[in-house]
Every structure is written in structure tokens, then in C-alpha cells.
């Protein structure tokens, strides 16, 4: 029988935190420590790091998710430790886990078996307080908003048109929509309004794409939460609440720094979903690894349609970062069901189904080409994969101009992403990336909506009512017509349909809503039933997590 994830984190021997650090070269004063095992970086030591040349930055992203499972992040950190295994000075950037799955249905975030990330527990639950100090500068907010209404109002927002909700990380559906400020006039103005999990926030956002706390409090200030009778646009700044925000983030924009169960370093740091958020980790997570090591290797979250798409198109764009290679991480099993088998029909070899599947990998592929930065496939082995499967997903992938290689971090850790590790520092070395973002900052805001359901999900056109229509022109002209657009749509099918697997195409992506996220200075574009804040499952994993007699922690991933 296979150990656990949590069974395998727990028998790990950790190594102190300040000797992690010495592997990166940062002395000890710089650490921040967060007990003996995890710590954050100080942000004056990070500032002195700016004149160093950067490292090769590498992407791992995934084909189309499914129940069976891809191990994107459990190749991240294989491809971490298979890097280092080879010699190279390698570290990993990964986001921080939300309670939300934890508790729900998708499970923790710290990779997998043998390539994970350590302490397991904690990062999977309350870490370094990051996500607290993001939910709370959000909820601050909002209740600085309430205040401003209850008082005074001088600016006169509209109650109507307030856009700015509560947040908290937990899938919570009976959130999605209330009624606050009933009671009387003591408790405010009764107003419709409503919870997104927190790493749907726009603070989640702002906190990931900010360069320091400069930036970040400018961000927050230019925060748009409503909108006057006239319909003019009011900033968090107007409130007075940006300051306050930044001071409660303070210490969480620092870094975090942990362990590979093989003792390297890893960045886990913010953590925005990228089915309704833009699904990368802190850009000053990222560009600290690459002052510090020679190979970066970070994940974008879901498939390469969304994370990676907005990787490249939002967080590339706004930071300056420039990729030198990607990694798509596809298993035999995830491609089976995209070839119509159910979750219960997996075992054994069915290469007809394969076959069809394929046509998910392929679309990936050719998406990740109109980046214009090399790609290979990593094949993350089960133990009921057959021969025959792998070579044809091989065969496939170099039909389609790319390699595949066989993993099996997650049964040996290292040693089984050796021959990945040595592709993608042959290709990041030796092939020069020639990366672009899919389009430029110029194109009209529905224009990018379009091209990137045309391009990157095969759909035939984009659809949306007058009043949303109206809004694409609103924000226009309003002067935010040079944002990117972070498309909020269902992970598991190029459509809107989560039914609709494989590589569909001549559909339509309807748009239902929009949402300005002024300070992250990007659009949301949110297409079909996709939530915000999501529900849990009939038996969400909560049931089964308990703390022993021991005091040990039980059921979590």
C-alpha cells in the first residue's frame, strides 16, 4: 500500500530554515523565521538583490483538468528537485494553498508523494497568516466603506452601486448573496451585496503583482469600489482606507520560504485561482528566486488556457518577466477521460480513448506556440499506465513538434524527473525564447476577449447582453481600455461547458458579467456559470480531517 502525502511529509527530516537560506546565499539576519522550519525573506535584503543578473525562468502548466488528477504542482517541485539532482542551482515558485479545496473537494497544494513541499500541514493550513492579512485588508474595506455611508457619504455613492463585497477563504455558497445593515439605523443602511472566496479578491491580485509596498499601497488606492449617483467612479483612496490596507499586509508581501522533501528551496508565496482570478504566485516571490538562482521553476494555475494564458498575458506583461521555456504536464489518465471514459473506467489500457483524448493535448500545445517560448511534455507516470499508452502520447506530442518525457517524481522523487530536468536545462541553455504576449496593450478590451476565445479555446465568437456590452464601452472610455483581461471560466473544458472535454470547437463563450480590478489594472471577463465564491461537495474533505490522540493531524490530503 502507498503511503499518504501526509504520511510521507510527516516521516521527512527537515532541515533548519536558515540553512535553506545559506543554500540561496542569504545569511541568516535576512530571514524572518516563522519557527525552525519556514520563513519569510526581510524586503530590505530583497531591494539589495537588484543588481544581480536574473536566472531561466520555467513555467509548468497542464492540459485541461479532470477528476483523475495531473500533478502540476507535484511536478513543479519534481522538476525542482530533478534540476538540483543534476547539478544546477534550481529553486521553485508556487502559490499558497486556500482553505477552500483544502476543506472542500480538490485537497491540499503542496505536491505529491515524493515531490512536495514541507512542513505539508502548515503550509496547506494557516502558513504564515498571508491569506488571513489578504482577507483582512480586504474586509477592512469594506467596512471602512460602510463607515463612510453610515456618517457622512459626502461623496455621495451610490448604495446601489456599490461593487466592493466581503471576502473569506472558504467555500461558503450560502455567502454568494446577502442582505447586511438590517436592524435599524444603528447598524447601517440595509444593502444587497455579497462574499468571493479571498482568492478571488482584487487585494489577492494587487498583493501578487506589486513590487513593493510603494507599489502596493498605490494599487490599493486606485481600488474602484462603486460609483456615484452620476455614475462617477470611487476610489478606495477617496475613503481614506489604503493605508490602513497596506499596513495590514505589510509583513505578508515578504516572501515565504520553505523545503523540498530533498532540501530545496521553494517560494510559496500568494495564491489566486486562475479559473476566476489571474493564478500566479507574487511577482516579488518570482523575481527574487531569479536573483538567487540559475533555474526558476514556477506554476500557473489549471490549464494551460487559463494559467498559463494569463501567466504570460497578465503577470509577464506587468512585470516585465520573460519566460525561457514551458513544461505541459498531461497524464494517461486525465487524457482518457478527456477521450470520453468516466473517472470509474480508468484502469486498463484503452488506447481508443487515448487516441481521442489527445486532441486536449494537442490544443495545449499548439496554445503554448503562439507564445513563442520552447515547450516539452511531461508525462506524469501512473502505475497502471501501459507501455503502449506513454509511447503514444510520446509519439503524438513529436507529431506536434515537441518532446515527451516520462516522470515519476511522485514515486521516487528526483531521480525519476532526471531525464525532464536535463531536457529543460538543454532547452532554456541552448534555444532562445522568443516570447510575446498574445496580443497588445492597444487592442480594444472586447477585442481581447474575443481573440483569446478564438485562439486559444476554439470558439467561433464571444457573447454578451446590451448591459454588458455597455460596460466594455464604459470602461473604454473611461480610460481602461490598455488593461489585459483575466477571463473567468470553468478549468475543466476550452468552452464554458465543464462538460465539454477534449478540444471543442464552433462554440460560443457567452460573457455574463464584468468586473474592474483597477488597482491590479486588469479586467474580469466572466463567462458562463462560473462563481466566485464556490460551494462545497455532498462530502467535502472537512468530513474525514481530524486531530488525533497524539495531537497529530488526520485526513488532510
Not at 232 to 254: R, Y
Request: proline share 4%; glycine share 10%.
Amino acid at each position: 500500500m502507498h503511503k499518504s502525502d501526509i504520511e510521507i511529509a510527516r516521516e521527512a527530516k527537515l532541515l533548519p530554515i536558515s540553512e535553506i537560506g545559506a543554500k540561496l546565499g542569504i545569511e541568516p539576519q535576512h530571514l524572518m523565521p516563522y519557527g525552525h522550519t519556514k520563513a519569510k525573506l526581510n524586503l530590505d535584503y530583497i531591494d539589495q538583490l537588484n543588481g544581480r543578473p536574473q536566472g531561466k525562468l520555467i513555467l509548468v502548466t497542464a492540459v485541461s483538468p479532470t477528476p483523475a488528477g495531473e500533478g502540476k504542482t507535484t511536478t513543479t517541485i519534481g522538476l525542482c528537485d530533478g534540476l538540483n539532482r543534476i547539478g544546477k542551482s534550481a529553486s521553485a515558485c508556487i502559490r499558497e494553498p486556500s482553505l477552500g479545496p483544502c476543506f472542500g473537494m480538490k485537497g491540499g497544494a503542496a505536491g505529491g508523494g515524493y515531490a512536495q513541499v514541507v512542513p505539508m500541514e502548515d503550509i496547506n493550513l494557516h502558513f504564515t497568516g498571508d491569506m488571513h492579512a489578504i482577507s483582512a485588508a480586504h474586509n477592512l474595506l469594506s467596512a471602512l466603506i460602510d463607515n463612510y455611508i453610515h456618517w457622512s457619504n459626502e461623496i455621495r455613492l451610490d448604495l446601489r452601486r456599490i461593487n466592493w463585497r466581503r471576502v473569506v477563504d472558504m467555500n461558503d455558497r450560502q455567502l454568494r448573496h446577502i442582505v447586511s445593515g438590517v436592524g435599524g439605523p444603528g447598524n447601517g443602511f440595509p444593502m444587497e451585496s455579497g462574499f468571493d472566496i479571498s482568492v478571488a479578491s482584487e487585494v489577492m491580485a494587487i498583493f501578487c503583482l506589486a513590487e513593493n509596498l510603494k507599489d502596493l499601497q498605490q494599487r490599493l488606492s486606485r481600488i474602484v469600489i462603486g460609483y456615484t449617483r452620476d455614475k462617477q467612479p470611487v476610489t478606495a483612496d477617496q475613503i481614506q482606507a489604503s493605508g490602513a490596507m497596506t499596513a495590514l499586509l505589510k509583513d505578508a508581501l515578504a516572501p515565504n520560504l520553505v523545503q523540498t522533501l530533498e532540501h530545496n528551496p521553494v517560494f510559496i508565496h500568494g495564491g489566486p485561482f486562475a479559473n476566476i482570478a489571474h493564478g500566479c504566485n507574487s511577482v516579488i516571490a518570482t523575481k527574487t528566486a531569479l536573483k538567487l538562482s540559475d533555474y526558476v521553476v514556477t506554476e500557473a494555475g489549471f490549464g494551460a488556457d487559463l494559467g498559463a494564458e494569463k501567466f504570460f498575458n497578465i503577470k509577464c506583461r506587468k512585470s516585465g518577466l520573460k519566460p525561457d521555456a514551458s513544461v505541459l504536464v498531461a497524464t494517461v489518465r486525465a487524457l482518457k477521460m478527456h477521450g470520453g471514459l468516466a473517472k470509474d473506467q480508468l484502469d486498463g489500457e484503452d488506447l481508443e480513448a487515448l487516441q481521442k483524448g489527445l486532441s486536449n493535448l494537442g490544443r495545449h500545445i499548439r496554445n503554448l506556440g503562439q507564445f513563442g517560448i520552447p515547450t516539452t511534455v511531461c508525462i506524469n507516470r501512473f502505475s497502471g499506465d501501459s507501455e503502449a499508452e506513454l509511447e503514444m502520447i510520446k509519439e503524438y506530442a513529436e507529431r506536434h513538434g515537441v518532446k515527451a518525457y516520462v516522470c515519476s517524481h511522485w514515486a521516487d522523487g528526483s531521480a525519476g524527473a532526471v531525464e525532464l530536468a536535463e531536457a529543460v536545462a538543454g532547452l532554456v541553455d541552448h534555444q532562445q525564447s522568443q516570447f510575446r504576449t498574445l496580443y497588445d496593450d492597444e487592442l480594444p478590451l472586447w477585442d481581447k476577449a474575443k481573440l483569446i476565445a478564438r485562439n486559444l479555446y476554439g470558439a467561433d465568437d464571444i457573447t454578451a447582453d446590451m448591459k454588458v456590452r455597455n460596460q466594455f464601452k464604459q470602461f473604454q472610455a473611461e480610460g481602461y481600455g490598455h488593461f489585459p483581461v483575466c477571463m473567468a471560466k470553468t478549468q475543466y473544458s476550452f468552452s464554458t461547458d465543464p462538460k465539454l472535454m477534449g478540444a471543442p470547437n464552433n462554440h460560443v463563450v457567452p460573457i455574463r458579467e464584468l468586473s474592474l480590478s483597477a488597482g491590479a489594472e486588469f479586467l474580469v471577463v466572466v463567462c458562463g456559470e462560473i462563481m466566485r465564491m464556490p460551494g462545497l461537495p455532498r462530502v467535502p474533505a472537512a468530513n474525514n480531517i481530524y486531530v488525533n490522540e497524539n495531537g497529530d493531524i488526520e485526513g488532510l490530503f
